[in-house]
């Protein structure tokens, strides 16, 4: 895509976000079929067509330079939204080198990156960045290096090192997240960090996604979708900060369901780091409102579907209870009865 | 993986360490820099013979800083099934060859208080990439390495210069043994001990530990089954729908890939799962030689790790 920023819409106070027609027409909707069950949706991810949000490692989109000043804002006002473990550097700038690499092969107008040695020199052009350091070398960075890098790319990361035949969440920055605390999950093991989790554990989805990963190969990453809801264009819905934004639940109606509510999908990514064997989840955040879903007829028929006939442990999970039924009723209108054609393409 | 995912790498030095072990330079045949690792990874080489294909894991002995080239020793072995004689014998300077990119299945446990290493032979590889990583570390280790005789000890002179003190050898040929008791006894609480050599060495250090009181997720080993020789017999593959004929001295993965059939593999050596396969049908035994399956899973006979493992059988058939 080629991006032309937004940089001054907002994800809190006024929420100026929204997406433009080319942001919408490749937004990954998460719903190949007109109904919904969990399943482990593990593909390689390699790159897909040219122009969708996974044509590249890392999608840089309209909202770059906005996500980068909200992430900023996060963080100044709770620094604990980014942490590290001491024995976790390593995979830190494993983390560096991943997103520089890529940000910079992919994107070469606006990030480059140049290696003499150890002796890199970084610009980031969106964000008016020029850093030269050392690397390895962790006071020739402003920051730590997972910290100076994540402030530098759209969605959260967590790394996650290996041992003991399981994976511990064991730094991470995370401030775009649907719900759930890095400083609470710090420390945790693989089936603890998703304990919350409904149904899920009885299918025994995360005995086989564990197994996948602790044989996740280094060159060949892997990708999944989910997804949830969130009132208003909100990014940081982190428990932390619950009273802020969960009492938005109880101001939506059938009548303005279609610019409240935010159909949430994360684009998760899971790279093997080369040299501290951890894994690096990146929980990339896009969101879309219902008027804006509504403008691809198929989307608005599937959406209505699937939210209709979730399982209601799911609604429950995903914190819809108060607001499906609006929902639904919002998007009735659109679905005539007209079956949808199997994929999620717009049509 | 599969060979779409293979680096093409030359051979630029090969040096005989002792009289059973070369020591292989392998550069990236681009010139370019080869994919970082973390000491203990492995790699598996891909060799293409005359007849057929040998797929076999070595680990990686340089230091994962050094990314212009990847170094690995390799043991002649008397009952080669061909992988290490093409090696020993095929491959010179100059050599292109096919290697996938590095897996780590024995890494070092990154919040040990202390690293306890255990080489026997050729089992000293994956250690001298991981010093490699502890050098500079504040964590302690001690290095323990046993071999025949003198002449047997690879890559002994690189790591008296780097160790020092650190390093104990121990020559079979002079009636030197490791003291296990005395050893794996006496231990500060959060040592994690390695062990990487022939299979009796493994078992002593792990049945040591476990009766010194180790928790099992402190004890660490690796060992790279080559395929065991067998009797030569049939399989039948379900999906595919075809039947495979297992030599004696080819595996049944090797065998199965002969035929055109991939099956997802990592270790080739009966250690990381990767190639678990359903056993659906089978009137006769399987022969299971890898580490991965528990006893009772062995005895069950549902599931089978095709890399080095075989069946005495009238009938088998897989789920592939």
């Known amino acids: ?347 | 993986m599969n060979d779409a995912q293979t680096l093409a790498v030359e051979v630029t030095a090969i040096e005989q360490v002792t009289p059973l072990i070369k020591h292989f330079k392998l550069g990236s045949a681009d010139g370019g820099a080869l994919p970082a690792f973390s000491g203990g990874s492995h790699i598996i080489v891909v060799m293409r013979g005359a007849l057929r294909m040998h797929r076999n894991p070595y680990s990686l002995l340089s230091s994962p800083r050094d990314l212009d080239h990847y170094e690995i020793g390799v043991r002649r072995m008397e009952e080669s099934r061909g992988g290490s004689h093409f090696m020993h014998d095929r491959v010179h300077v100059g050599s292109r060859l096919e290697i996938a990119h590095p897996v780590n299945l024995f890494g070092l446990d990154k919040i040990a208080r202390k690293h306890v290493l255990i080489a026997g032979g050729i089992g000293i590889t994956p250690f001298l990439a991981q010093i490699e990583d502890l050098h500079g570390a504040a964590v302690p280790y001690e290095l323990h390495y046993s071999v025949r005789s003198p002449e047997h000890a690879a890559f002994l002179s690189r790591l008296r210069e780097r160790e020092g003190e650190r390093l104990k050898m121990y020559y079979d040929s002079e009636g030197q043994a490791i003291d296990f008791d005395g050893l794996l006894s006496n231990q500060p609480l959060g040592t994690h001990v390695y062990v990487c050599g022939p299979a009796g060495l493994i078992d002593r250090v792990v049945a040591t530990a476990k009766a010194c009181g180790w928790p099992g997720s402190h004890i660490h080993w690796e060992q790279f089954s080559a395929p065991p020789v067998g009797d030569a017999f049939e399989v039948f593959l379900a999906r595919a729908k075809l039947t495979v004929h297992v030599p004696p001295d080819q595996s049944l993965l090797e065998s199965i890939e002969a035929a055109g059939v991939e099956v997802p593999y990592l270790c080739r050596g009966g250690v990381c799962g990767f190639c678990q396969t359903r056993v659906l049908e089978l009137d006769g035994e399987l022969v299971h030689n890898d580490h991965f399956l528990s006893d009772a899973d062995k005895a069950q006979g549902k599931n089978i790790m095709p890399c080095v493992s075989r069946a005495r059988c009238k009938h088998l058939v897989l789920d592939l």
């Not at chain 1, 079929?33 to 969990?38: A, I, K, L, Q, V």
């Not at chain 1, 890199?120 to 997972?146: A, E, Y």
């Open chain 1, 1 to 347: 895509m080629k991006a032309i920023f937004k940089p001054h819409e907002t994800f809190r106070d006024d929420f100026s976000f929204c997406n433009s027609g080319q942001a919408i027409r490749r937004f990954p909707l998460p719903f190949p079929e007109d109904e919904y069950m969990y399943s482990v949706n593990i593909e390689p991810h390699v790159s897909g067509p040219k122009g969708s949000v996974v044509e590249f490692a890392f999608d840089v989109d309209e909202h770059y330079v906005a996500e980068c000043r909200e992430r900023e804002l996060v963080l100044a006002a709770e620094p604990l939204r980014f942490q590290a473990l001491p024995h976790m550097l390593s995979a830190q700038w494993d983390c560096l080198e991943l997103i520089m690499e890529s940000l910079a092969r992919d994107y070469p107008a606006h990030f480059s990156l140049a290696k003499l040695g150890n002796r890199w020199h970084w610009i980031n052009r969106p964000l008016g960045l020029d850093q030269q350091f050392i690397f390895g070398d962790v006071d020739t960075l402003p920051r730590q290096p997972l910290d100076y890098i994540g402030r530098q790319a759209q969605g959260d990361f967590v790394v996650m090192d290996q041992r003991e035949n399981d994976l511990w969440t064991e730094a991470g920055v995370v401030t775009t997240q649907a719900d759930w605390s890095l400083d609470f999950d710090m420390g945790m093991t693989f089936k603890e960090w998703h304990g919350p989790v409904p149904l899920a554990h009885e299918m025994q989805v995360f005995d086989r996604a564990l197994k996948y990963l602790l044989n996740l190969r280094l060159g060949q990453p892997v990708r999944r979708l989910n997804w949830t809801m969130t009132i208003h264009p909100r990014l940081d819905t982190s428990p932390e900060n619950y009273p802020k934004w969960g009492p938005d639940r109880t101001t939506v109606t059938a009548q303005n369901a279609g610019d409240l509510v935010h159909l949430r999908v994360e684009l998760q990514g899971l790279w093997r780091l080369p040299r501290s064997n951890a894994i690096v989840f990146g929980i990339r955040c896009y969101l879309i409102s219902m008027r804006e879903l509504a403008t691809v007829p198929k989307w608005a028929r599937r959406v209505h579907r699937v939210l209709k006939n979730l399982h209601p442990a799911l609604v429950d999970y995903k914190g819809l209870t108060r607001y499906r039924d609006a929902v639904v009723e919002w998007l009735a209108p659109y679905d005539d009865g007209t079956p949808t054609t199997p994929g999620t393409a717009p049509e």
